[in-house]
């Protein structure tokens, strides 16, 4: 690919601007005409078809043919080179990585899900992060300088803008994304909060459709929500928008591992249900995995929905418990935000209708009638694959736009 572009994006220059909202375009809605490119951006049609021209012996763009339409000249339809850039995205579980290639118009081109890792805010966990990225790019057969942006997706407090992470990974006062390029041989990196990304790779691949106003929920071992208002994902100033798992709800005595007492995810989350049910099984409670519970083995989240999922009654009221705590807070969000999609996501989400029947009919209770009837409830169509999917599209729109 010739850099030669992204060299000017990094200056300013008012030409690269265009081209990087013209990519941009692209992105968002796959090919066009120059007819349609040159209204929505609001340029003339000879502008547009210069930069178009320009981008196309560039590299960037690919005429893909005329466009039948009825009566009159057939126009020609442009749009992304998938060979001109490759991309990848890192999405850290707890005890796994899900790790992905797309090439520049977002096909995935290889996906590697599972890898194992245990998540631990240590330097050693860092390199060993960095080591499987490493191993991940050296078995690509795609030309390696073609490998613009890597993602990396992290929980908890993260500034996409500035690189940093407060929560995970904060070892001296540098942004990590730069301490991450470093040890993957000056590749460019970015990082972002895992559920945003979740909820950017369901917004561009996933269940939604026409929808611009989102809130994505993450049930997974923590609880977050990711927010797109407009087509645009909201970060907040410093990117830490979407805290919701930390709103003090309860009168507990629970401590978060936030700190403090009381978050919503100390009774609606992975970790909620997993604490609920290790209490639960050695109060003599019956359940698939009291036996390993009370042997002192180590039992996964993964764990617990498989046991969901195969009928067991003890975890299918954590889950249904669960289920309606959220719906409660969920109703609020709706009567904030009237999105037109709320979607259920991340690790619980896993068990389908066994959490999103009581979500529902606790939204149902809790919002307003005039106000809820916008908000259509969905389940992730993306799945377990949500968060690598976000992660490889994001190191593409990163490398073009800033949200």
Known sequence: MNIQLLQEIERGTKSA???????????????STITELSKELDLSIPTVTKLIGEMYDDGYINDYGKLETTGGRYPNLYGLNPESGYFIGVDIKQSAVNIGLINFKGDMIDLTMGVSYQMQNTPEALNRLCNIILDFIDKQTVDKNKILNIN???????????GYSYSIFYFEERPLADIISEKLNGYKVTIDND?????????????????????FVNVSWGLAIGIIIDGKVYTGKSGFAGEFGH???????????????????????????????????QEGGSSLLSEKILKGDN??????????????????????????????????LINVFNPEMVIIGGTVSMTEDYIMQPIKTAIRKYSLNLVNKDST???????????????????????????
């Open 152 to 162: 990396v997706n992290i929980s908890g407090r993260v500034n996409p803008e500035s």
């Open 247 to 281: 709103m003090k709800i309860y009168d507990n005595e629970i401590i978060c591992h936030c700190g403090k007492k009381g978050c919503l995810e100390t009774e609606a989350s992975g970790h909620a249900m997993h604490r609920r049910l290790f209490e639960l099984a």
């Open 377 to 403: 409830i969905s389940i992730s169509k993306l799945k377990d694959k949500a968060g690598v999917v976000g992660a490889c599209l994001l190191a593409r729109t990163r490398l073009f736009e800033i949200y």
């Open 17 to 31: 601007l265009i081209k990087k909202n013209i990519i941009n375009y692209y992105i968002q809605n796959g090919s």
């Open 195 to 215: 559920t945003r990304a979740m909820t950017y790779g369901e917004y561009l691949a996933g269940c939604v459709n026409s929808e611009k106003n989102i809130i």
């Open 299 to 332: 039992v996964t989240l993964d764990e617990i929905i498989a046991a969901v999922n195969k009928e067991d009654v003890l975890c299918i009221d954590l889950v249904e418990e669960i289920g309606r705590k959220l719906g409660e807070q969920i109703a609020g």
